[in-house]
């Protein structure tokens, strides 16, 4: 019998160098590098997934924006339409807000100043942010149920303008407008909201004009003897709304006159001394300059476009734009008839505003818009005690609005 060549040994000896399986060592590198991948996409996984939801919560507020845009510019020309019709006469919008106020508007008021008190109260019903001031129609085919919490609200009217509303000749809403995402119905009352994509309802702010404050003037008394310091009718500091506005430039903070001071054209000031009695803000800009100004304070011109010789520098008087009320340009309507309870902050420029938190927290810096007894209508920002300032600037720095456009 032969013997079976080494070849076919099932035991034989494996040839010098070679091993079999992994020593201790490598299996330990192999699982720290396992925990290491692990730890990194850990952590990198969440903040992708917040960006993600950063970036469509942006598109929703965008689409949303310029759909609530284009029914606000529909209103207006529906607005400028009855003016045509009416000529000289008083148009039937006026009539309208006569109806829903239950009295009339012309005791002590002017055809002109009507007219802007009426838009302003329209204004308000047919782009409310709260249900109580939506129009009867839309109320009553939409009627909302006992489990309707007060934070929806905003979110609920900004669904309602968009979907039900009026259209004031504008196109009509679409099935893919809004995807199913975009909204929710969070406590279940029958009203969807419009929600972000943590599906936190969005909040809507129709006259925010606590964020944006021009000037005002210091406690009376006398003014300060020359040199007279940047004391006097002075603009509020940075608001948040520079902060909301994102990447819009914020204007630096006016100062006031000095004396004896040099002027290049151009430099905006506001009065040391004031001297104003009509009802909007005024702003003063040098237009003629060979020197300095005067060892006093000028008297100011109170009528927009006129112009004063201080020393060697000419001054010319201008509406400052932060405090020029939309409705009423000329500052036609009488001081104490628009008031904080009743539309907006009187001789202060606003715009709709829509807002969300840019995480999870649904934390804005700002009261809820149906806190009409500390302002939260008008957007007024919320108190930080661990902050210097009046609100919450961490907070307010991290919101997603339409203003970032």
Not at 358 to 368: H, Q, R
Not at 371 to 380: E, P, Q, S, V
Request: charged share 15%; aromatic share 6%; hydrophobic share 35%.
């Amino acid at each position: 019998m032969s013997r079976p060549s080494t070849s076919s040994r099932p035991n034989r000896r494996r040839p010098l160098g070679q091993r079999s399986g992994f020593s201790l060592i490598e299996i330990l590198v192999v699982i720290g590098l396992i925990a290491f991948l692990t730890a990194a996409i850990v952590s990198v996984v969440p903040r992708v997934a917040n960006a993600s939801k950063v970036a469509a919560t942006r598109a929703t507020i965008k689409k949303v924006d310029e759909m609530l845009n284009d029914r606000i510019n529909g209103f207006r020309r529906w607005i400028q339409k009855q003016d045509r019709q009416a000529g000289n006469g008083t148009p039937a919008y006026v009539l309208q807000a006569q109806g829903i106020v239950g009295s009339s508007l012309s005791t002590g008021n002017s055809l002109a100043v009507q007219k802007i008190l009426a838009q302003k109260i329209l204004f308000r019903m047919y782009f409310p942010q709260t249900y109580s001031e939506l129009d009867p129609v839309t109320q009553n085919s939409n009627p909302r149920g006992s489990s309707h919490t007060p934070i929806t609200d905003s979110a609920e009217c900004l669904y309602l303008i968009i979907t039900k509303g009026p259209l004031f000749d504008t196109e009509p809403p679409s099935a893919a407008d809004l995807k199913a995402i975009e909204t929710a119905d969070t406590d279940n009352d029958g009203i969807p909201e419009i929600v972000d994509a943590w599906g936190h309802p969005l909040r809507f702010y129709r006259w925010p004009t606590r964020l944006v404050r021009p000037g005002g003037y210091p406690a009376p008394g006398p003014p300060p003897p020359p040199p007279v310091p940047p004391s006097g009718f002075e603009e509020m500091p940075l608001s948040p709304a520079t902060i909301l506005a994102g990447g819009a430039a914020p204007r630096n903070q006016l100062t006031s006159w000095v004396h004896n001071n040099p002027y290049n054209v151009g430099a905006t000031i506001l009065p040391a001394t004031p001297q104003q009695t009509n009802p909007f803000s005024l702003i003063y800009r040098c237009v003629a300059s060979t020197g300095n100004s005067g060892t006093t304070e000028p008297t100011w011109p109170t009528t927009v476009g006129g112009t004063i010789q201080d020393g060697n520098v000419t001054w010319q008087s201008l509406l400052d734009p932060l405090s020029v009320d939309p409705d009423d340009p000329l500052g036609l309507v009488p001081s104490g008839v628009i008031t904080e309870s009743t539309f907006s902050t009187p001789n202060t420029w606003c715009t709709p505003l829509i807002v969300a938190s840019a995480n999870d927290s649904d934390t804005l810096g700002l009261l809820e818009p149906y806190d009409t007894g500390h302002l939260g209508n008008l957007a007024m920002p919320l108190s930080d005690s661990t902050d210097a300032t009046t609100f919450n600037r961490t907070a307010m720095y991290g919101n997603l609005t339409n203003h970032q456009q």
